[in-house]
């Protein structure tokens, strides 16, 4: 069996409390099964002591890397950042907070050696809301009949990716990156891997109900423009609606004389007709602040420090 180098990729935003446990887990999966490894935590710009237990890490296991954002980017930029430093032949993603089940590791580079590209943990919904996995079954149902590319509910970042598909994933330059999108966009061999979900141990979730709600539109308009389409028939259907009622109030006015009251009718249209015009206004307005965003092509993160330098700055001074 050919040993391998995987690069374990951790984003991490204030996970005070969980880097030790992630990191002990990690070396004892990878204890057994002969291949070399890196345990690469991106610090996300944290403000509690993530950074600390990082670097006492650091110390302890040789295995250890970093990168550390000057400020938070988000965690697609922290997944970025960690698919550009990493080495290995295979990378695998996982949260920083312990609900990617380290016990999945064996079965995920069991795949890679199998030769699938992408081999995807994919979570069920046990313990969430009853309220909250409705809306996202149907979120998933509406996304899918809309876009390109498929995005599946319980898939997420959680998966090993090979070196094929990490080079894939960073030719795509956008500013604006929708992972789950990306990792659909690029193919190649896919294998699934069911496990049972978990709660959080330390911490919360940085997810608030407004982040949901744009990440969910963040689904729709990036991977293509049929959401503007979508307007222009919405735009197109009301005009002949409004055409047919118009001829017919007219004859009606021709054979019958004008009649007055008419105040429901009026302030139906306008509504109904403000309402269309702002959506579409407002799905307009998504595609061009993505354009004015990307035209800046500001960099996805900014880096304070890695432990390359720190480890280079201990090996010159020894
Ligand atoms: N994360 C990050 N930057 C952020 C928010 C989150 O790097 O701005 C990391 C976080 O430390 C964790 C992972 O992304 O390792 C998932 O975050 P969280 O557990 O809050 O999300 P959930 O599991 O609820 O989807
Ligand atoms: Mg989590």
Redesign the pocket.
């Known amino acids: 069996m050919k040993h391998l180098f995987i690069s374990f990729v951790?984003?991490?935003?204030?996970?005070e409390g969980n880097i030790i446990h992630m990191m002990k887990a990690l070396s004892e999966m990878m204890m057994s099964n002969g291949h070399h490894y890196e345990v690469l935590f991106?610090d996300?710009g944290s403000s509690d002591k993530t950074m600390d237990e990082i670097r006492a890490a650091l110390i302890e296991y040789p295995e250890v890397e970093y990168v550390s954002f000057t400020r938070?980017f988000?965690?697609e930029a922290?997944i970025l950042a960690g698919l550009e430093y990493a080495k290995g032949d295979a990378v695998i993603l996982m949260?920083?907070?312990l609900?990617h089940p380290p016990d999945l590791i064996p079965q995920l580079i069991r795949g890679y050696e199998e030769g699938y590209d992408q081999v995807i943990a994919k979570r069920n919904r046990a313990g969430d809301a009853k309220i909250r996995s409705l809306l996202s079954r149907a979120y998933y149902w509406g996304v899918n009949k809309t876009i390109d590319v498929e995005l599946r509910d319980g898939e997420g970042d959680f998966r090993l990716l090979s070196r094929r598909a990490v080079d894939s994933l960073l030719q795509l330059s956008e500013g604006n990156r929708f992972s789950k999108g990306l990792y659909s966009w690029i193919g190649l061999e896919q294998k699934t891997i069911c496990y049972e979900n978990v709660a959080?141990k330390h911490g919360e979730?940085?997810?608030s109900l407004k982040q949901l709600l744009n990440y969910a539109v963040d689904g729709v308009v990036s991977f293509n423009t049929k959401p503007l389409r979508l307007c222009f028939y919405t735009g197109l259907l009301s005009m002949f609606l409004s055409i047919a009622y118009i001829s017919f109030t007219l004859i009606d006015i021709m054979r019958n004389g004008v009649d007055v009251p008419g105040y429901f009718t009026t302030i139906s249209a306008v509504l109904f007709l403000g309402g269309v015009q702002l959506l579409s206004l407002g799905i307009i307005g998504e595609y061009v602040g993505r354009i004015y965003n990307e035209t800046k092509k500001r960099p996805h993160y900014l880096v304070r420090r890695t432990s390359a330098e720190v480890k280079g700055k201990q090996a010159a001074h020894a």
């Open positions: 951790i984003p991490s935003y204030n996970e991106v996300d938070n988000g965690k922290a949260d920083a907070d609900q959080r979730t940085k997810w």
